[in-house]
């Protein structure tokens, strides 16, 4: 069974620093996505950055990327500039092709002024 | 456009009664999503719509739970007989087709007392 593991419960940073979150996952399949999705306190669900398996490139979006290792099975997001509006519940995610999201446990980030 | 919407917002109800959890997908969309998110944890899948039938619903918890999408777009997740297990965030997605990144909405918060 596929299973998404994020070992930090919670994280600090602070204003305009650098931060990464880590993840790993556990899947047989060789064709996926990976996902982060931001949930602040409002409860809404957003979609930071998506990662495709085939793809070799790090995908990136503005302040937002990602540090793909297919071999290790890992999948950190890197937050450059953190901001105040960054803090939030983050949770990695893995979906197969026709499949459900599967989520990790989430890491909560905290951005320090 | 419009982005996923889910009512009631919250809803709080009694031990044993009858509860319904509609959600309006982003239209045009033709796969829908619940998921049921407890306290401090990720979202759970619970079940997966491809137009109106339901493709998957290995995440359903028992029989006490019930979803359905008519005319395949429109949602509704019912449970009955609630119990205070069942408080919770229910959380909707959906997205254009099954390989396709998913858009949640707010959730509905709800407490069974």
């Known amino acids: 069974a596929q299973t998404v593991t994020q070992s930090q419960p919670e994280m600090s940073v602070q204003e305009a620093e650098t931060v990464t979150l880590s993840c790993t996952y556990d899947?047989?399949?060789?064709?996926?996505?990976l996902f982060w999705y931001k949930q602040p306190p409002s409860r809404q669900m957003i979609l930071v950055i998506r990662?495709?398996?085939?793809?070799?490139q790090n995908a990136t979006e503005n302040r937002f990327s990602v540090n793909f290792q297919k071999a290790a099975k890992s999948f950190s997001l890197k937050i450059s500039d953190s901001q105040l509006g960054d803090a939030a519940m983050y949770f990695c995610?893995?979906?197969?092709?026709?499949?459900?999201?599967?989520f990790g446990p989430g890491t909560s980030l905290s951005v320090i002024p | 456009g419009a982005g996923v919407s889910q009512t009631p917002s919250n809803k709080v109800t009694e031990k044993g009664k009858y509860v319904e959890l509609r959600c309006d997908p982003i239209?045009?969309?033709?796969?829908l999503y619940w998921y049921r998110q407890s306290l401090g944890q990720g979202p759970e899948f619970l079940i997966y719509?491809?137009?109106?039938?339901?493709?998957?619903d290995s995440g359903l918890p028992n029989d006490r739970f019930f979803a359905v999408r008519p005319e395949g777009s429109v949602s509704t997740l019912k449970i009955q007989r609630t119990e205070r297990g069942d408080s919770a965030v229910y959380l909707c997605?959906?997205?254009?087709?099954?390989?396709?990144?998913?858009?949640f909405g707010p959730g509905t918060r709800l407490l069974v007392l």
């Open positions: 997605a959906s997205s254009a087709n099954p390989q396709e990144t998913q858009y």
């Open positions: 899947t047989s399949e060789s064709d996926y996505y």
């Open positions: 990662q495709e398996a085939y793809k070799q």
């Open positions: 995610a893995y979906k197969t092709s026709y499949d459900k999201v599967i």
């Open positions: 239209s045009g969309h033709t796969a």
């Open positions: 719509f491809q137009g109106t039938g339901a493709a998957d």
